[in-house]
């Protein structure tokens, strides 16, 4: 009887062994897909991380357009301003021109009628006295 439980104890340890072994094989594929799994997931990680960096740069270039953009127009808008004052003192100063023109013509004018009149006065006095 010892022997037919040393047997049975054998076979027990025998068959454990084999189904083990056999378990190993069924299991090997599944730990290959398990390891190109992780595998990916790491590029995963690698590709999102990368593409979060590549993110960051462009809102940061983004963000030095729209600083960019705002000092065009500040400065379009200064220009404007100053273009408009120029246009002003431009029409002021016509303004001036037309009234140094007009005032030049009557010093003219007049100078001419002073000119007659003194014209005459000494036609008048050179009269000799008789």
């Known amino acids: 009887m010892k022997q037919i439980i040393v047997a049975g104890l054998v076979g027990l340890i025998v068959g454990g062994t084999l189904s ?5 094989t069924r299991l090997q594929p599944a730990l290959q897909r398990a390891a190109s799994a992780e595998a990916a997931r790491e590029e995963a990680v690698k590709s999102a ?9 462009l809102q ?7 600083q960019a953009l705002k000092e065009a127009k500040d400065q379009l808008a200064s220009a404007s301003s100053a273009r408009q004052a120029a246009e002003k003192a431009a029409g002021d100063l016509k303004g001036q021109l037309a009234a140094s023109v007009a005032a030049k013509q009557a010093a003219e004018k007049a100078a001419e009628e ?5 014209a005459e006065a000494n036609k008048g006095a050179a009269i000799p006295a008789k």
Do not use: H, S, Y
Request: proline share 0%.
């Open 114 to 118: 002073l000119k007659g009149q003194l």
């Open 49 to 57: 991380k990368e593409a979060q960096q590549a993110v960051e740069k």
């Open 20 to 24: 083990g072994g056999n378990m190993f």
């Open 60 to 66: 940061a270039a983004g963000k030095e357009a729209e």
